[in-house]
């Protein structure tokens, strides 16, 4: 499998460290922020965000982990869906939350990651947050923070790999 390196360890890093930047600034620091990682990757990221934001403004947000198997547009298509936890242990009522995702592709995911946490209560405000926007969008959304804007290819996948599940890091574009 051919594959081109879009990040390396190093530049994944980096990439994260100016998404922090970026969602501190725009939100004027971290008051009333919270952290909501999308299962799988998305959580890995939302965490290293977390992390970062402690490091820079001495305080931890409120962090959850979202599993948006029951809220997919396409559950009925799926043999065996693979229901995992979702675990948000704070209120969203008046809060802004960042929602956190590696790829963003066709808006289909957010979709139901937002319809999740509506469920929930009514956050002041959505951001969402990605390592990659590869484009192609069937729905009308966008991210506030975007790691990198990558137009993919049909043919091709955009594959993020973590050192905490896949033991290597690396965002590459695969052909399919």
Same mark, same amino acid.
């Given at each position: 499998?051919?594959?081109?390196?879009?990040?390396?360890?190093?530049?994944?890093?980096?990439?994260?460290?100016?998404?922090?930047?970026?969602?501190?600034?725009?939100?004027? !620091?971290?008051?009333?922020?919270?952290?909501? !990682?999308?299962?799988?990757?998305?959580?890995?990221?939302?965490?290293?965000?977390?992390?970062?934001?402690?490091?820079?403004?001495?305080?931890?947000?409120?962090?959850?982990?979202?599993?948006?198997?029951?809220?997919?547009?396409?559950?009925?298509?799926?043999k065996?869906?693979?229901?995992?936890?979702?675990?948000?242990?704070?209120?969203?009522?008046?809060?802004?939350?960042?929602?956190?995702?590696?790829?963003?592709?066709?808006?289909?995911?957010?979709?139901?990651a937002?319809?999740?946490?509506?469920?929930?209560g009514?956050?002041?405000?959505?951001?969402?947050?990605?390592?990659?926007?590869?484009?192609?969008?069937?729905?009308?959304?966008?991210?506030?923070?975007?790691?990198?804007?990558?137009?993919?290819?049909?043919?091709?996948?955009?594959?993020?790999?973590?050192?905490?599940?896949? !033991?290597?890091?690396?965002?590459?574009?695969?052909?399919?």
């Amino acid at each position: 499998m051919k594959k081109k390196v879009l990040l390396d360890k190093k530049a994944v890093d980096r990439t994260i460290t100016r998404i922090t930047h970026e969602i501190l600034e725009k939100n004027e !620091g971290s008051e009333a922020l919270s952290l909501i !990682g999308i299962r799988t990757r998305g959580v890995y990221l939302a965490n290293r965000i977390q992390e970062k934001i402690r490091n820079v403004e001495g305080t931890s947000l409120p962090f959850g982990v979202l599993d948006i198997t029951l809220y997919r547009d396409d559950i009925s298509k799926l043999k065996w869906p693979e229901v995992k936890k979702t675990e948000i242990p704070f209120d969203v009522n008046n809060m802004t939350v960042i929602l956190v995702d590696d790829v963003l592709h066709t808006g289909r995911t957010i979709r139901a990651a937002i319809d999740a946490i509506i469920d929930l209560g009514r956050p002041k405000k959505i951001q969402l947050a990605v390592l990659v926007d590869r484009g192609d969008r069937e729905l009308p959304i966008h991210p506030d923070y975007a790691g990198i804007v990558c137009p993919v290819n049909e043919n091709e996948e955009v594959l993020v790999r973590m050192s905490e599940i896949d !033991g290597k890091e690396e965002v590459v574009i695969v052909k399919t």
